[in-house]
C-alpha cells in the first residue's frame, strides 16, 4: 500500500530575520524604525538630516550588468557604454549574453575584465550554480557567498546587487569608500574604518544592514554637503 505524501507548504521570501524586502518606501521606513531602535546613533544620523531614499535597479541579469559595467568609470562614460550594450542587446540576458561575440561587447566599450565577468555570471546563471531568482529568499551572507563565487563578482558588486536591486535588508558593501567615510564622519573617528572594521560595526545592525548602509550614504550626503566638500569618493 502506498503512503500518502503530504504537501510542504511554500515558504515565503525570508531574507536575513525580518522576512521582508526594501521594495517600498513603507519598508524602508518600516526598517529604518527598527534600526534606531537597534542603535540610537542611527537615529540621530536620520533625526540630522540622513533620511535615505528607496533608490532600486531591475533585479536579474540586466541589473548586474548594469553595476558591472559602471564600475570604476564616471556616470557619464557607464551610461554611453549602457547606451551601446542595450542597443545591441535589446534583451539583455545571460543568454544572450553569453551568446554574444566578443567583438560585439567590445564594440559597446567593455573592457576585458568587464566582459571576462558578465560572462562569467552569465554561465553561471545559465548553469543554475548563481540562481538569481532565489536570492531574496536567502539570508544575505549565503546570498553574497553565491555571488562571489562566480569569477569577477567580488564583494562590493555582490551587495550592491542584493541592496539595490533586490532590496536585501542585510546586504552591506563595507568595501565602499563613501560608506567607510560616512562611517568615520558619524562616529567622529580619525580615519576612515576599513572595510573588515566597518563589518564588525555593522554586526550591530543586523538584520538591517542594508538599511543602515543606506542611512549612512544619506548622512554622508548631508555632511558633505554642510561642510561644502565635493561628493566624493
Wanted: hydrophobic letters at 50%; one cysteine or more.
Amino acid at each position: 500500500m502506498r503512503t500518502r505524501r503530504t504537501p510542504q507548504a511554500i515558504s515565503p521570501p525570508a531574507p536575513g530575520v525580518t522576512g521582508k524586502l526594501l521594495d517600498s518606501e513603507a519598508a524602508l521606513q518600516e526598517g529604518v524604525a527598527a534600526l534606531a531602535v537597534l542603535d540610537p546613533a542611527m537615529a540621530r544620523l536620520v533625526a540630522e538630516g540622513a533620511r535615505p531614499p528607496l533608490r532600486k535597479r531591475p533585479p536579474g541579469f540586466e541589473g548586474l550588468a548594469g553595476i558591472v559595467v559602471s564600475q570604476q568609470i564616471s556616470t557619464a562614460s557607464a551610461a554611453a557604454i549602457w547606451g551601446r550594450l542595450k542597443a545591441a542587446l535589446p534583451d539583455l540576458t545571460a543568454e544572450a549574453l553569453a551568446a554574444a561575440p566578443d567583438e560585439l561587447l567590445r564594440g559597446a566599450g567593455l573592457s576585458a575584465p568587464k566582459i571576462r565577468t558578465l560572462r562569467a555570471a552569465a554561465a553561471a546563471i545559465v548553469a543554475g550554480v548563481l540562481p538569481l531568482d532565489a536570492l531574496p529568499t536567502l539570508p544575505a551572507d549565503e546570498a553574497h557567498r553565491l555571488m562571489v563565487a562566480v569569477h569577477g563578482i567580488g564583494p562590493w558588486t555582490a551587495d550592491v546587487y542584493l541592496l539595490f536591486c533586490l532590496g536585501h535588508p542585510d546586504a552591506f558593501p563595507a568595501g565602499d569608500l563613501a560608506l567607510q567615510e560616512a562611517a568615520r564622519l558619524a562616529d567622529g573617528l580619525e580615519i576612515r574604518p576599513s572595510a573588515a572594521a566597518l563589518n564588525v560595526r555593522a554586526e550591530a545592525w543586523r538584520p538591517w544592514r542594508g538599511v543602515a548602509a543606506k542611512v549612512l550614504w544619506a548622512y554622508y550626503r548631508v555632511a558633505k554637503a554642510r561642510d561644502g566638500a565635493p561628493l566624493s569618493p
